[in-house]
């Protein structure tokens, strides 16, 4: 991580008092998830610049205590941590706030909200994932997503097009959660993947499953599909009847 860090107080994981100062915003990018070996960028901001040539703190969270991981000076009101080439140790949860002048309590802001960071850890298996039932579905069906995984006890996640919107744990002794969509609605359409990651490693996720599709036949899609239906047999009809007058003429004229 590209940072500049000043020896002192908070190698010792201690925390701030006093927060005179309106909390900063946190983000990461370009998602929470990150591969392993990958790049990512915490990023600290206060919405006024008159909090601009503040010093930064990015803390980590480490056994219910924070810990100072980078300090780093703003140019303006925001600042970014680069995380360069990231490994195992480097998932968990961030927070950060900025101080003026010292590091005393009434010279700090309030610790902004918390941004967690993923590694996405190529040597776990990915799981699979199927839908209950399949196609064709219309609007108020309930639909089953299934998650599989290669061993028992996970911690399941599901994602719409890489949005998390749901998580589960898997029973001790199975390796598959189940998340239900009750009263499916047009707003449901989309693409579902989930992915897993092992209790008691909370930040070590693993790829991606495939993605399954979910699209509901609309009332004009219905009535479409009934027309080709009946345009297909009134042509098998017509055909049908084609030969039979052909084979007619052809007795006729042996």
């Known amino acids: ?74 140019e303006w009101n925001e600042v970014a941590f680069f995380f360069a080439s990231v490994k195992l140790s480097d998932g968990g949860n961030y927070r950060c706030r900025y101080c003026f002048n010292s590091f005393s309590g009434d010279s700090c802001s309030h610790l902004s909200d918390r941004v967690k960071v993923k590694i996405r850890d190529p040597s776990l298996s990915k799981p699979s994932i199927r839908m209950r039932p399949g196609d064709p579905l219309a609007e108020g069906f309930n639909v089953t997503i299934e998650c599989h995984g290669p061993e028992n006890g996970l911690n399941f996640s599901l994602h719409k097009s890489s949005n998390l919107i749901a998580w589960q ?18 707003e449901d359409e989309g693409n579902y993947t989930c992915q897993y990651h092992r209790r008691g490693h909370a930040f070590q996720w693993s790829e991606s499953s495939d993605a399954v599709g979910l699209e509901l036949v609309t009332a004009n899609t219905s009535t479409s599909m009934e027309i080709n239906i009946r345009l297909g047999v009134s042509g098998f009809a017509l055909l049908s009847l084609v030969l039979i007058v052909a084979e007619f003429m052809c007795s006729r004229q042996g």
């Not at 900063?24 to 990150?34: D, F, G, Q, R, Y």
């Not at 744990?169 to 047009?186: V, W, Y």
């Open 1 to 74: 991580m590209e940072s500049s860090v000043f020896p002192g107080w908070w190698l010792t994981g201690k925390t701030l008092k006093g927060q005179s100062y309106p909390k900063p915003s946190i983000s990461v990018a370009p998602s929470e998830i990150v591969p392993l070996g990958g790049n990512a960028t915490i990023r600290c901001k206060v919405r006024s610049e008159d909090y601009a040539q503040a010093t930064f703190v990015l803390f980590r969270e480490m056994d219910s205590s924070l810990h100072a991981s980078a300090v780093k000076k703003s």
């Open 169 to 186: 744990m898997a029973e001790l002794d199975g390796n598959t959660s189940e998340f239900s969509l009750s009263m499916i609605r047009l």
